[in-house]
């Protein structure tokens, strides 16, 4: 893979760090799959922008969004880095954020326990997700199948934890459940938009089968009692990464049904029209003489006279005649 092409995939997938001097740097990779070189860049647009609590990149990778402890969010264009949004006072502090597939709205969340709906595009806020005087959203994930047009919130209601729902085209809460006995930390959505999963604040990570909306995976302690930091899906394989500060970064494979590969549909079409061919054969060969006409050649000598001259016990042979 040439260094341009690394480059690119990399910067899809967020190689956007924060360090502890408050600066966000970009890591350019330069290379081959055997020998990696890190390039580190400073963003120019975002220097000194203070501590960063959440960084999102949209779906189709055009724009990158950046969302502060003290509150104030910025909305760029990617790689121009030409500013969407700078608002200083978009929350009190951010904890969580998100882009939809479309890249049209981005979804954020604020420690006081709201959440805000923006227009990318233009750069201004939509509305606020309803929610109770008692009640705390959290996280915020937006589906990913492109059929459901869903957004997935962690939502804590005195101690207790749901999975709240929001449909996206009137963004009014649609039903929750209760899944989690403890926190959440973060969460994550596979790319084909089956599974979400969610990490504790205790090291455990919950993985949720969206169309049923049941757990199908559970790892108690992953992390030994420390907090998950982050966690993404493989894309192609269904494995999970986290991270946390004492013990880095985990890899985790999921006892998760195993999804069907495109050469197992198409050996199973195939077998169905095989099916389909020999069940008609058999069909064909015990039907009726509707269906199973015999050849000309088998056919009796009588017959072919029958047809010639008529019958040969009829008393006139040739038919009637006119006289």
């Known amino acids: 893979m ?25 890591f350019e990779v330069y290379g081959r799959e055997e020998f990696l070189k890190l390039l580190a860049k400073k963003i120019a647009p975002l220097q000194d922008v203070g501590p960063q609590k959440c960084l999102a990149f949209s779906v189709d990778g055009s724009k990158f969004a950046a969302g502060g402890m003290d509150g104030h969010l910025r909305i760029l264009h990617w790689p121009s880095l030409r500013f969407i949004l700078d608002e200083p006072r978009a929350h ?13 709205y981005l ?29 705390n959203i959290e996280l915020c994930r937006f589906s990913k199948d492109g059929t459901k047009p869903f957004l997935f919130c962690i939502v804590k209601k005195g101690a207790k934890v749901v ?106 079409l195939l077998g169905l029209f095989l099916a389909s061919a020999i069940a008609f054969y058999i069909f064909f060969e015990n039907s009726d003489s509707f269906w199973n006409f015999p050849h000309e050649r088998q056919q009796p000598v009588r017959a072919k006279i029958e047809t010639i001259l008529g019958d040969p016990q009829s008393d006139d042979i040739f038919g009637p005649v006119d006289m």
């Not at 595009?121 to 997700?129: K, R």
């Not at 899906?233 to 013990?247: H, I, Q």
């Open 2 to 26: 040439c260094a341009t092409m690394v480059s690119y995939v990399v910067l899809q997938h967020k190689s956007v760090q924060i360090e502890d001097t408050f600066h966000i740097r970009l």
């Open 163 to 268: 999975i709240a729902v929001y449909d996206i085209s009137t963004w009014n809460k649609i039903g929750h459940k209760r899944l989690l006995k403890k926190p959440a930390s973060t969460m994550s959505i596979s790319l084909d938009g089956k599974y979400l999963a969610m990490g504790s604040k205790d090291g455990d990570i919950t993985v949720v089968d969206l169309k049923k909306m049941e757990i199908s995976h559970v790892s108690k302690r992953l992390h030994l009692g420390t907090c998950i930091e982050s966690l993404e899906f493989c894309p192609s394989e269904r494995v999970v990464l986290t991270t946390s500060k004492e013990w880095g970064a985990v890899v985790t494979k999921l006892n998760v049904p195993a999804d069907w590969k495109e050469w197992q549909i198409y050996l199973l």
């Open 107 to 135: 979804a954020s969340t604020s420690t006081d326990g709201s959440a805000k709906i923006w227009k990318t595009e233009d750069g201004v806020p939509l509305t606020f997700l309803s929610r109770n005087s008692d009640e």
């Open 92 to 104: 009190k502090s951010f904890s969580d954020m998100d882009f939809s597939l479309d890249s049209e």
